[in-house]
Every structure is written in structure tokens, then in C-alpha cells.
């Protein structure tokens, strides 16, 4: 993930001056994500709260280089390692009601040439309907050193270990792994959402294929990715997945999922860039 965040090029951190202690009130006033300026609007201040959240509550100004718009947002400013119970946040939607295995919650970093699957996450997917993600440490916690060996520089070629799959809430997606599935019109915390129920990212299809992790112990991860399985993140969520392609409309929307088989020509890239692939 340290990798990544050095592709961040449209993101500005400002500190702010007032109280850090913000009110659930003040950030809930806001909207999820400019959605009044269109869907182009929403894809570009979509936000990465793995990389993107500021780590000392200040205000978070997000900017696209090849537009004027700036947008001081404080959502994410408060401390996200409350649990969601205490923040007196919605549950996570219920995946089964939707026709899927598992939920998800989700971010985006934006794609990596080397990743810790060993595949360069844009590439991947180029010119497929394939999004490439990272799965949180929980969904691929076997790694070449061991059961949950993931710790800074050895985090690579993971894959699914005991306890994630059809017997448990944490689906088992490491590296090279798909599934499909569809985002949920419901934010992980309480914020307005203008995009309509029937805007395509919502009633669209995905297919996704792990390219990545998120590893539970840097900081910046630890409320949104958990480290073992059967786990929950701070928004009572088991799984995340960091997208690093998102479609047009997105903002940090749950995702529905279920695992399923790559594709022929998927399964073919993967083989042909990775050593890590299942």
C-alpha cells in the first residue's frame, strides 16, 4: 500500500484551522460525493479513504489537475476506528437479499504496476469488463512465509486461508481470484446520497479480479480492512475490497459480491504476468 499512496497525484491535504473533535452532525451535512454537478462529478471526488484520510482530522481537499473544482471535504475527518455500533452508523446491507454470497465496503487507489499479486493492475484489466481490486488481508491471509505472514515487504502472492469461504462471513479472494457483483445505494456512514436508485452503477453488473491486498497492519487501512477471517471492520463489514478501477458514479458505496471463475482470457493475463496466480 505504500506503493500506491506515491500515485496519488490529484489529492492535496490542507490542514484547517477549528476544533479536530468534529460532529457527526457537521459531517453528515454533506453531501456523498458532488453528486449535484452530475456523475462525471462523482467519479472524480470519489474518495479513497485508505490513502486519502487525514490522519490528524483536518479538512481533506480533494481536486482533479485537469479541472478547476476543488472541494473541502470532512467527512472522513473524524476517527474512523470506531466501530460503526458506536458511531450509530447503519449496518452493512445484507448480501444474501441481494442474490449474493458476501458485502462488502470499498475505496479506491487508482492502479499500480507492480502489485503485491505480482501484475500491473491496470494492464490487467485493459479493455476487459474486468475492475481490478484489492482484497482486504482477511480474504487472502496464506502467504509464502505462512498463515497471516503479511507484514511490510512480505505481503505478496496472497491467498485465501482456513476460515474464509462458503462456511464463513470473510469470502475467500486472493490473488488472481474473481467474482461479480453489484455496488449497494448505501454509504458506510450516514451521508446524503443524490445519485438515484436507478443509476447505473447500481443496477449494473461487475466482475472484479483480485490484483492486490490490503494489509491490516498499516494504519490507514486498519478501520476498512480486517486481518483474519470471520473479523469485521469498523463498519461492521467482513470484507473490503480497494477498487483500483472504479466505474463512472462511484463513491465509497457497498459492494455485493460473489466469488466466481475468472474468465478464459483473464485466467491467460494472469498466468502471463504473474507468478502468484491460483
Known amino acids: 500500500m505504500a506503493v500506491r499512496a506515491l500515485l496519488l497525484t490529484s489529492i492535496f491535504l490542507r490542514l ?3 476544533d479536530n473533535d468534529l460532529e457527526d452532525s457537521a459531517i453528515a451535512a454533506d453531501d456523498e460525493c458532488l453528486a449535484t454537478i452530475g456523475a462525471v462529478g462523482t467519479e472524480r471526488c470519489a474518495l479513497n479513504a485508505l490513502q486519502l484520510k487525514s490522519a490528524t ?9 485537469d479541472t478547476n473544482f476543488t ?3 470532512r467527512r472522513w475527518a473524524m476517527g474512523t476506528l470506531h466501530g460503526a455500533a458506536v458511531m450509530g452508523y447503519e449496518p452493512p446491507p445484507s448480501a444474501a437479499a441481494l442474490g449474493y454470497g458476501y458485502m462488502a465496503t470499498t475505496t479506491r487507489y487508482g492502479t499500480n504496476p507492480f502489485t503485491a499479486c505480482d501484475m500491473d493492475s491496470g494492464a490487467l484489466v485493459e479493455d476487459t469488463d474486468y475492475l481490478s481490486v484489492a482484497s482486504a488481508q482477511a480474504m487472502q491471509d496464506l502467504f509464502p512465509g505462512g498463515l497471516g505472514a503479511c507484514e511490510p515487504g512480505h505481503c505478496r502472492c496472497g491467498k485465501a486461508g482456513p476460515g474464509t469461504g462458503p462456511d464463513s462471513p470473510t469470502a475467500a479472494m486472493g490473488c488472481g ?8 445505494r448505501q454509504l458506510p456512514r450516514p451521508y446524503t446520497i443524490w445519485m438515484p436508485e436507478d443509476a447505473e452503477i447500481f443496477t449494473k453488473e461487475y466482475n472484479i479480479v483480485v490484483a492486490d491486498v ?6 490507514q487501512n486498519k478501520p476498512w480492512c480486517p486481518a483474519t477471517p470471520s473479523e469485521t471492520n469498523s463498519f461492521g463489514a467482513h470484507n473490503h475490497l480497494d477498487f483500483a478501477i472504479v466505474p463512472p458514479q462511484y463513491d465509497n458505496f457497498y459492494f455485493a459480491f460473489t466469488p466466481t471463475e475468472c474468465s478464459p482470457e483473464m485466467k491467460a493475463r494472469i498466468a502471463r504476468m504473474s507468478n502468484c496466480h491460483p
Open 177 to 184: 481470484t474473481c467474482g461479480k457483483g453489484r455496488f449497494v
Open 57 to 65: 482530522s483536518r479538512d481533506v481537499v480533494l481536486g482533479d489537475p
Open 16 to 18: 484547517a484551522a477549528g
Open 71 to 73: 472541494k473541502v471535504d
Open 214 to 219: 490490503c494489509p491490516a497492519w498499516e494504519s
